[in-house]
């Protein structure tokens, strides 16, 4: 059944069936197009998503991966080197180019773990506190905006969207960070 072109109607049958499909029944039927549609939206959303804080970074040299690692740092204080690893999924050596960069800035300081003296933990200066406000103010207000124009039952439906977009065997650790909804 070729979906793009219209085709049969719900299960082959000609011209649909009289019942309504259930809601994973009517998601199995949208179309290539409509999925291209989507992430071509994705695409250009996730563009003007980063513009204004790209704009702060190029300023000073720096790119999306000190952004992401200054927000993860923001949002789990103390968090150690091997756990920021663990949530962007980046290498050591991606990861280290970075910190070192923030870190010799002025943006991020590092310590030593007390209980375990191989653990390094990580937390923004005053002037990376700054910076991570300067970065994220934008994203909250465009985020703010969307959410406030589309109404609460989208702003439900896109969270539970972005979920489901999240490989299934890390997704209870990401909302466990993220946090669930409710909450």
């Given at each position: 059944m070729n979906r793009d072109r219209g085709g049969p109607g719900l299960h082959g049958v000609p011209g649909g069936a009289t019942q309504t499909p259930s809601r994973p029944e009517q998601l199995l039927f949208l179309t290539d197009e409509q999925l291209r549609q989507g992430i071509e939206l994705l695409f250009f959303a996730y563009?003007?998503?980063?513009?204004?804080?790209?704009a702060v970074l190029a300023e000073r040299g720096y790119g999306r991966a000190h952004h992401r690692a200054i927000h993860f740092i923001k949002r789990r204080p103390g968090i150690t080197v091997a756990g920021l690893l663990d949530i962007l999924g980046v290498t050591k050596q991606s990861l280290n180019r970075v910190l070192r960069q923030l870190i010799e800035d002025d943006l991020v300081v590092q310590t030593t773990g007390q209980a375990d003296r191989r653990q390094r933990h990580l937390n923004l200066t005053p002037k990376g506190?700054?910076?991570e406000r300067s970065l994220s103010a934008p994203q909250r207000e465009r985020l703010r905006r969307a959410f406030s124009e589309a109404g609460p039952d989208a702003v439900a439906g896109f969270r539970k969207v972005l979920e489901r977009m999240i490989d299934e065997g890390g997704r209870d650790a990401v909302l466990s960070l993220?946090?669930?909804?409710?909450r």
């Open positions: 563009r003007d998503f980063t513009s204004d804080p790209d506190e700054e910076l993220v946090g669930r909804e409710g």
